[in-house]
């Protein structure tokens, strides 16, 4: 029975150690919903292999492996949408209306919880709702609406990547 | 040390001098360059000869350091910035003025310690990962410049 769980608790090791990244880093950083619903994709494929392997199929598991599979699918393009950012309001409005600038994107109705980003005719709206001071969920724009958005969200990535750190190497100069 | 350049070329439909100041604004470089992380410790005016910056670049999922100087800048003309480090870049912009906006070349001159190339193999993946940054850059300039 234990043997038959260790690729769940896998799974679920994996989620809190990226949750944990993010929240002891003190760096400005961003968690992406997107990104744990791969994670998560990760309890069926494993369910798969062991079906493969001659484990007997449990209803209750294959359906609660089906319902997580639908709602990933069906959610996907809106979770992907999904970013929790570690931050100040002030920060990241000033960054973004930096960015907008720099893109030559029209950053209009701002308040503190909103704002529409203009490209030519098009337009779509950026949500924000603060979590507890430092925290930030943001819900980003569509971006089928305009290539600028997509550079806007690529620069976000910069400005907020994931928890997990990276290999540094510096250079030296000559 | 190994020498490669990388190349690309895209029309924008915008003039030249509009084309060479956004390239040669420091500030913008992180909003069209997609394998750079971030720029810091700007020294000197944006665009100008001589300015010197620090940047993080990531590639393959490492990121790396170092320092980077304009070299040239003729408004609406030629602009070329150096990173300096163990992998030495030269980056030129060279913008011509048509019909329909501008026609911009990109050129990316780079050099890499031998070392580097003949412990890991890296020359060919380097080069194409080079190029497919230049091509991406000079996409990501029309979008930005166009509209």
Known sequence: ?174 | MSQSTVQTEVSINNTPEAVIGYVADVNNRLLFMPSLKSISDIEGEASAVGTTWRWKWVMLGVEFEGAGRCLEHMPGQQYSFTTEGGITSTFSFKATATDDGTHLAIRVDFDVPESLLSNLGLESLLASLKKGDADQAAQNLKVILED
């Open chain 1, 1 to 174: 029975m234990e043997e038959s769980y260790f690729p769940y608790w896998i799974v679920i090791g994996a989620i809190t150690a990226y949750l944990l990244l993010f929240l002891v880093t003190t760096r400005p950083v961003s968690l992406r919903c997107g990104r744990l619903g791969w994670i998560l994709l990760a309890l069926p494929a494993a369910r798969g292999v062991m079906l493969l392997a001659g484990s007997p199929p449990q209803l209750s598991i294959e359906a609660s492996l089906a319902t997580v599979v639908i709602l990933i699918v069906l959610t996907r393009k809106w979770i992907a949408r999904v970013w929790i950012v570690r931050t100040t309001t002030a920060d990241f409005w000033e960054g973004l209306e930096n960015a907008c600038r720099g893109l030559f994107l029209k950053c209009d109705e701002r308040t503190d919880a909103r704002c529409r980003l203009r490209a030519g005719e098009q337009s779509a709206e950026l949500m924000m709702k603060t979590i507890g001071g430092r925290f930030q969920c943001i819900l980003l724009p569509p971006l089928s609406v305009h290539a600028k958005l997509t550079l806007l969200v690529d620069w976000l990535a910069k400005q907020y990547p994931g928890p997990v750190p990276r290999v540094r190497i510096i250079l030296k100069g000559r």
